[in-house]
């Protein structure tokens, strides 16, 4: 079940976080994983954890926000059969305290990041005749978070994006949906807490935690196992669908 052999996976952002264990987890389960990094340290300390494990990895360093590296890149590679669409970035703000040039970026690495990479992506998998694509939306794609404007109008384009990207491929065997985390603990949340709460790490961490309804956060391999199913040919009958990994967050 869930093998990636002969599987050539795309991951942005694999460098940290979600990115680097969906990168380990989909290496493990045999896919070639190509992981499209800003930080190319960071991507190649996951290639080299993968190499070491046995598995195949290549880093390519490039911002998701940029177009032309990003085609450069997809069409270096030269097939894929899985995109994960994982590069993002948090901001805090309202309308009061997020400025055009907030909101810009954050447009920029989570909105415009995965069309980039769609655009550079789908003519290939049309080529083959096939694909699957993930997109990191979260649960800022379905409630309203306070002080997070920016991030939450950046993750309901990404939840509308899967759904019209998932109707225009079907035709084309090309399967497009998303997950909606709720608090994963990574260095996204670590780096969070010690920008907006300096001195108060460890409070802030245990209030966090506790305003799950499941009482604590998720762990990036709990994202990654959703990951796998989704982008496996056991889920071949699933596209446009969101799925809440949320510890109850949504609904409870
Ligand atoms: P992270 O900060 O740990 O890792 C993000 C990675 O993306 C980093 O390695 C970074 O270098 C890379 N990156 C950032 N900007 C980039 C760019 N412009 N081009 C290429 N790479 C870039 O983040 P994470 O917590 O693993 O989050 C991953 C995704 O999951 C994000 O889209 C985030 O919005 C989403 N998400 C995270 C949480 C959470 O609580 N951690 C919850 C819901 C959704």
């Not at 805090?92 to 992506?121: F, I, M, P, W």
């Amino acid at each position: 079940m869930f093998n990636l052999s002969g599987k050539t996976a795309v991951i942005t952002g694999g460098g940290s976080g979600i990115g680097r264990a969906i990168s380990l987890l989909f290496a493990r389960q045999g896919a070639t994983v190509h992981i499209l990094e800003l930080s190319a340290d960071a991507g190649q300390a996951t290639a080299d954890e993968i190499s070491q494990a046995g598995g195949t990895a290549q880093v390519h360093a490039a911002d998701v926000s940029q177009q032309a590296p990003v085609k450069a890149v997809f069409d270096a590679i030269g097939r894929v059969d899985i995109l994960v669409n994982n590069a993002g970035i948090a901001h805090v703000g309202n309308v009061e305290n997020t400025s055009e040039a907030d909101l810009d970026r954050v447009y920029q690495v989570n909105v415009k990041g995965a069309y980039n990479c769609l655009h550079a992506a789908v003519p290939l998998m049309k080529q083959q005749g096939a694909g699957v694509i993930l997109n990191l939306a979260s649960i800022a794609s379905h409630v309203g978070l306070s002080d997070r404007l920016a991030y939450s109008m950046s993750k309901g384009a990404i939840f509308a994006m899967t759904m019209s990207v998932a109707r225009d491929y079907m035709a084309h065997s090309i399967r497009c949906n998303s997950v909606s985390p709720a608090r994963v603990h990574t260095p996204f949340v670590d780096g969070f807490i010690a920008k907006n709460y300096p001195g108060q790490e460890a409070e802030m961490f245990e209030k966090l935690s506790k305003s799950q309804p499941i009482g604590r956060m998720a762990k990036p391999e709990e994202v990654a196992a959703l990951a796998l199913y989704l982008c496996s040919d056991e889920a071949g009958f699933v596209t446009g669908c969101d799925y809440p990994l949320d510890g109850g967050f949504i609904k409870l």
